[in-house]
Each structure stands twice: as C-alpha cells, then as structure tokens.
C-alpha cells in the first residue's frame, strides 16, 4: 500500500516540482533583466506617417508589441506599419518557412523590411505581408522572450455534492535554432462518493528545419484515476510540417515514435512502443473580442501489442475579455481501445471553463 501511494502522488509531486523551479526562475532572471532591456530607439512608422519610437519586444498573430517610455507597452496591427528600424537583432519568420536573421536598417520602400545580417554585407529586402512571426534573440533579455499562462475553474453544483477544479499553466520560449515549451494541467472532481483525478505534464522542444518543416522531442506525463492508470511516461520524437501557416490561421501535422511505460491499478507494469500521428491547428481572430480557436489529435497505435491504439484530444477556445485576460472553454478526450485491465474504462472526456492570463 506504501509504495502504491507514492506511485500515486508522483504526478502530482511532478507538477509542484516544475511550477516551483520556474517561479524561482522567474524571481531569479526578473532583476537582472531589467537592466539587460534593450534601449527604446527602435523607430515605427506607421502608413499615416506617424512615427513611434520604442522596443519591439516580438510580432505574432498580426501584432507588433511595442514597449515605450511614456505610454507603455502597445500593440500595432502589423498591416498598419510602412516602416521599422531597430539595431536588434530579429528572428523573421515567414509563411514559407524561411527564416532571416539581423537588424533592421532604414530603406526606401513601404512595406518592406531591410534585414542586415552582418556589417559588411548588403541588407536583404523582406515583404513584411510574407513575415508572420519576429522575436528579438540577443541582448540578454531572456524574460522578454519568456511567453506563460496561468488559468483555473472551479464549478459547484447545486446541492454542493459534485465539485470540479481545474487548473492549467505554462511556459515557453525560443531561439534561432530552437522553440520550447512546458504546460501542465490538473483537474480534480468529488461528487462526495468517488473522487477522480486527470494530471498532464508535457515538454517539447522543436527546431525549424528547411522550409516549413520541423523536428521535435517530447516528455509526457500522464496520471487519470477515470481509466484506472496511475501514471504513463512517455518520451518520443518524430518529423512534422506546418501545412497552413499565416498571421490568421497555423495548421501542422507530424509523425514519430514513442516509448511508454504505464502503471494501471491491479496490473503488472508495462512498456510498449508506439507510432505517433498527430495534428493541431489554431485560428485566430483579432476583432473585439479577439479569439483564439484552436484543437490537437493524436493518435498512438502500439508497435508492441498488435491491435492497440490509443488516442488523446483537445479543442478550446479562448475570448480576451480585457488585455492578457480570457475566457477558456475546453473539451478533452482519451480513448484506449485495449486497457490492461479489460473491465476498465476505454475512454475519458470532459468540458472545462475557467479565467485565465496570459504573459
């Protein structure tokens, strides 16, 4: 029974671990960066002819974020900027995949950026309509590039009986040659005769191949009392490509393999070796208020066992109700067509809302 519960709170024990070794990250790097911020002379100019100057701390989904001495931090519609210089050095990303690294000169041209790679080379002229993602890489600003969420819900039913708790949160980053990122979620529910619980802790780390491919590895984590497993580790890696890349809409698709181990209630312990395919896809929209739609699938059929496969889901969609806050709406979902036990339960789903911040 002892080792029966340690095995059990190990997720859990997983999660606090990671949670506490990022926030003391964060408390860490927090002082210094402020003085490793680069200086705000990167100059703006937007299509009718104002001029604003500031630090360009990254571009995505169709918004420069712009940090400035007298009114803070903004975000600028990228279609509504003719011109930017700044003497960082930018990560570009285009919708082809290719990528550009440099500062940004001065140039003659409107909608155009001059990217100089080095000081004694010609600057290369970039459509900024193709660029859909830039991120500063050098400067010692490592904060700057940190991107996290924190979100929670709790739901009550009537009579008090059934209570639901869900939290999720994450971090993520990337460099010239790499992106990363670590997100956990937990969800408890009691309806005062039987408790469940669902954990997931994942990491990936992807580097940018030629073009619009991609490869990645990745370590998963997996605790649900509702299919009787104590806890799945997982490690894997395998190929993908973006199939639809732009500042409204991402769609990518991968394949791999993976090695797991799993821990079901009653059952000996077991190790198999799975195919990956997976997808995933995120929408975005940028009218009040602005939306983020998005979902992944992956499917897993077993190497090892024949006839086995397994499958995980998710879909969700976010509403920013005020800056950096949202509501999320969530629906999730595992299926195991050949549990160890075969009177356990094939399949997990569930809904989900909750507020969360993003940051």
């Not at 002819?49 to 630090?55: K, L, N, Q, V």
């Not at 993520?172 to 670590?182: C, F």
């Not at 309806?191 to 994942?202: A, C, F, H, N, Q």
């Not at 976010?318 to 036990?341: A, I, K, Q, T």
């Amino acid at each position: 029974m002892q080792i029966q519960s340690s095995v059990d709170r190990s997720p859990l024990r997983i999660g606090r671990t990671v949670l506490m070794s990022l926030a003391a990250l964060v408390a860490l790097i927090g002082g210094p960066c402020a003085a490793w911020a680069a200086p705000k002379t990167d100059v703006v100019e937007l299509v009718n002819g104002d001029r604003i100057t500031g630090e360009i701390k990254s571009m995505e989904y169709n918004k420069l974020k712009l940090s400035t001495y007298h009114i803070g931090t903004i975000y600028i519609e990228w279609d509504k900027i003719r011109r930017l210089q700044t003497r960082q050095f930018l990560l570009l990303e285009r919708a082809d995949g290719s990528r550009y690294y440099g500062q940004l000169v001065a140039g003659d041209s409107d909608a155009q950026l001059q990217v100089r790679g080095k000081a004694d080379r010609p600057p290369e002229a970039v459509e900024m309509a193709t660029v859909v993602r830039a991120q500063p890489i050098e400067g010692g600003d490592f904060i700057d590039r940190l991107d996290g969420y924190v979100s929670a819900g709790f739901d009550l039913s009537e009579s008090g009986d059934n209570t639901s708790t869900n939290f999720s949160g994450g971090l993520s980053s990337r460099t010239r040659i790499r992106e990363w990122n670590v997100d956990l979620s937990a969800g408890i529910t009691d309806d005062g005769e039987e408790r469940t619980e669902r954990y997931d802790l994942s990491g990936l780390v992807r580097r940018p191949l030629r073009g619009p491919n991609y490869y990645e590895g990745m370590l998963i984590f997996n605790r649900n009392t509702e299919l009787e497993l104590n806890l799945r580790s997982m490690v894997g890696g395998g190929l993908g490509r973006y199939l639809v890349r732009s500042n409204r809409a991402e769609w990518r698709a991968g394949a791999g393999l993976a090695y797991s181990h799993e821990n079901f209630q009653g059952q000996d312990q077991q190790s198999s070796i799975e195919a990956m395919l997976g997808t995933e896809f995120s929408i975005f929209r940028y009218d009040f208020p602005e939306t983020d739609i998005g979902g992944t699938l992956i499917l897993l059929p077993s190497l090892t066992k024949s006839g086995r496969y397994r499958s995980e889901a998710e879909l969700h969609v976010n509403y920013e109700f005020v800056e950096d806050l949202y509501f999320e709406f969530r629906m999730y979902g595992s299926f195991d067509s050949e549990p160890p036990d075969p009177d356990a339960p094939r399949d997990d789903y569930g809904f989900v809302t909750s507020l969360g911040y993003k940051f």
